[in-house]
């Protein structure tokens, strides 16, 4: 789970002969991660496409032209079907191509027209304010018109004062910002020149006679006419969608494919007569794809493992050479390049037979390859695979590096329902993330239902631990008291979880610490494993066993450390009064040896000394959030139910009512359901009215707690990334691609 399933480089070589049957077979498999040539071998040039290749791609962009018209929704079409590519062909050409392309061309020509009238329809409308027929705007030969959105007091004051203006008349419309301007002047521009710096829109004046509203309502009949075009084209769509929608699919996938056959030997080492191909396949695959290639082609190729891939070398792998005396031997190498027996740098065929001349063996020296890092394939059960998209989310991870998504799978679920305990809530995130489980097809919205359906199972967990639900201490109705408390309303309680979260943020940086120090200890060495990771674990394991120690016990606050501490007697009692004061010392001692370490390797980290301190004190947002979500579901069920206090505490009055507490309890509040007519049910005694007509605002209020609640998983992430992820985990590995394509819509028929 922690380290990437294991891969092996694997080099495949033969006669172009057969590059077809092995591109197929490869395909089929569905293994290789394909290494593209890099044109460095001497002698090797980049394959060319396969026949068919140009008229394979103008059909697929032609087909997904078509589906992005149709909007074609995959979940949508009826069963898959088989596709003949030469029938295929004549039908996309003859029948879908032109009725999809008139369709599309009518209903873009409707689609802009319509724009336009509704641009005419608002310019009408201002027309229609001003209260002036048409013809009285346009056709003058003595008089400017202008027609616009102005202020009608600020035109006319610059009016006034402007030059080349004899008269002037302005209507302003009913509308403040309409209005109309009729001037003589002495010469053309004299207006727009009147008006420069007046916040002022002019409109064209459509070349139309008759009163606005006319003109108005004419628009209107032609929009009513677009919009009926414009149904009548979208049906018309519909069909070929019906008719067609399965089959274009079915076609695009089939295309795809086909494409991406023709196009495999670009990425080939290819010389006149042969070729070879690289890739990454998982190690425990190898005989598989082995045993299938030999089948297909029989004799006539070279598979050889040339590379495992492990995790122990500096650049993310050791490359080991895997030696094979059987009869699947790779070409060997001589300085960089494949150097067979007679000398030429090429594998070739011999011509009757098609099998593969080389050296019949390795030499010594490096084999000859394209440098680059194996893919990484996460390795996790099916419980915890759903997390990987949180660990991707940040970064796929690198082959050297461990893969969190174990450790995030124990503790992310554990953190939220520690935070939000409670049985009502919990139910209900289950609820949501099964339905988001179930209605979803897509990778990431169905991983991402089970991890909410994950918190919501810690939730009522904890939820029973702490005998709530909807925040309603429920295990006191049959008189049992809670095994843990959150401490709303205790004070002990809430300092304890304070101490829990210190401690839980501890464990947890020196889980993550202790990953970076295996993976530097494995990739770069035992040195910079103690001077980069070595130094900041004696850094927080000193800091927090001299906080945990007496040593200055009388510096430190009570519930720390000492008989008086919370961890010897109080609400969990675990009998701890600190580690003794010779602990403390030598913690001190570790911590200044930390610093000292760190000197000697990356001087500049030690101005984070206090990291260990600061990053650990960051899961006390754990009880902060615990205390603060179960107030606010105290303050809905208070606004509710109402409560009393008397010497035992707190208690929601679900069985009695405010003129029934005695003397000796105090009333928080009365509450809605106590609120008028009261009527009992057995123990139960409620205000009829109130109880109504506060379950609207009961409703609402956890909905809204629930909603916030779920900001918890942003706390417990950011713990997750920024203070776990951080101490060893970087990400940008290479996505395991292997060569193939998962049918959807189409059969291997």
Do not use: C
């Amino acid at each position: 789970m922690l380290r990437p399933e294991q891969m092996s480089k694997i080099s495949v070589t033969g006669s172009k002969r057969v590059m077809n049957d092995v591109i197929e077979t490869l395909h089929e498999l569905s293994l290789v991660d394909i290494t593209d040539y890099d044109g460095s071998w001497e002698g090797f040039d980049p394959g060319d496409s396969l026949e068919g290749a140009d008229e394979t791609s103008s059909m697929l962009v032609t087909v997904r032209a078509l589906i992005n018209i149709l909007d074609l929704d995959e979940e949508e079409v009826g069963p898959s079907e088989s596709i003949d590519l030469s029938d295929a062909e004549r039908m996309l050409q003859d029948v879908i191509t032109e009725e999809v392309n008139e369709l599309d061309d009518r209903r873009e020509n409707l689609r802009d027209r319509r724009r336009e009238v509704d641009e005419q329809l608002d310019q009408m409308q201002l027309f229609a304010d001003l209260g002036i027929d048409l013809d009285l705007l346009w056709g003058y030969d003595s008089l400017d018109v202008l027609v616009g959105e102005g202020d009608a007091d600020a035109i006319d004051g610059a009016l006034a004062e402007a030059d080349g203006i004899d008269e002037y008349e302005i209507f302003p419309g009913s509308d403040a910002d309409s209005v109309a301007v009729f001037a003589y002047t002495d010469d053309d521009g004299s207006l727009d020149d009147a008006l420069v710096g007046i916040p002022f829109t002019a409109y064209d004046v459509p070349r139309k006679r008759g009163d606005p509203e006319s003109n108005i309502a004419e628009l209107e009949r032609e929009r009513e006419q677009i919009e009926t075009d414009l149904e009548q084209v979208e049906n018309d769509l519909d069909s070929v969608r019906i008719n067609y929608g399965n089959f274009l699919l079915a076609l695009e996938e089939e295309l795809t494919i086909e494409a991406e056959k023709t196009e495999a030997p670009l990425r080939f080492a290819t010389t006149e007569r042969s070729f070879i191909v690289e890739g990454w396949v998982p190690t425990e695959k190898y005989d598989e794809l082995a045993a299938r290639l030999d089948e297909e082609i029989g004799g006539r190729l070279e598979i050889s493992e040339i590379k495992r891939a492990a995790y122990t070398e500096q650049g993310g792998h050791q490359e080991a050479e895997v030696h094979d005396d059987g009869d699947q031997g790779g070409a060997a190498a001589d300085g960089g390049r494949v150097v067979p027996d007679d000398g030429e740098p090429t594998p070739e065929a011999d011509s009757d037979t098609d099998e593969v001349v080389t050296d019949g063996g390795r030499t010594d020296g490096d084999l000859v390859t394209v440098e680059d890092e194996p893919p990484t394939v996460q390795r996790n059960s099916k419980i915890v695979n759903p997390f990987e998209i949180l660990v991707r989310a940040v970064n796929q991870p690198k082959y050297s590096e461990f893969d969190p998504t174990i450790a995030l799978f124990l503790t992310f679920p554990l953190f939220f329902g520690f935070m939000i305990g409670d049985v009502g809530y919990g139910l209900l995130y289950i609820l949501i993330g099964y339905t988001v489980y179930k209605k979803f097809d897509t990778e990431a919205l169905s991983n991402f239902g089970a991890i909410v359906v994950w918190l919501g199972l810690w939730t009522m967990l904890f939820g029973v631990l702490y005998g709530e639900i909807l925040g309603l201490h429920f295990l006191e109705w049959f008189d049992i008291h809670p095994v843990i408390e959150k401490g709303i309303s205790d004070r002990e309680w809430a300092v304890t979880w304070l101490l829990i979260s210190v401690i839980a943020g501890w464990i947890h940086l020196n889980i993550g610490y202790l990953f970076n120090f295996v993976e530097e200890w494995q990739v770069h060495g035992s040195k910079p494993a103690v001077v980069e990771v070595g130094s900041w674990l004696l850094m927080l394991n000193g800091l927090w066993v001299f906080i945990f120690s007496t040593l200055g016990e009388s510096t430190k606050p009570e519930f720390l450390v000492g008989s008086t501490a919370y961890l010897n007697e109080g609400p969990l009692g675990f009998g701890f009064t600190g580690f003794p004061a010779i602990a403390g010392i030598i913690g001190l001692a570790l911590f200044f040896l930390g610093i000292l370490i760190l000197l000697t390797g990356p001087w500049y980290e030690v101005v984070e000394f206090l990291v260990p301190l600061a990053h650990t004190l960051s899961y006390t947002r754990l009880t902060a959030v615990l205390l603060a979500k179960a107030g606010m579901a105290l303050a809905v069920n208070l606004l509710y139910f109402g409560a009393y206090r008397d010497e035992e505490g707190f208690h929601f009055m679900h069985y009695t009512t405010p003129g029934h507490v005695s003397e000796k309890k105090e009333i928080v509040f009365g509450g809605l359901s106590n609120m008028g007519t009261h009527i009992t049910a057995g123990p139960l005694e409620l205000g009829i009215e109130g109880a109504l007509l506060g379950i609207p605002v009961y409703l609402l209020g956890h909905v809204v707690v629930l909603a916030i609640g779920g900001t918890a998983a942003i706390q417990a992430i950011r713990l997750e990334y920024f203070e776990f992820f951080e101490k060893f985990y970087e990400g940008g590995g290479k996505k395991y691609e292997p060569f193939g394509h998962e049918r959807t819509h189409t059969s291997d028929n």
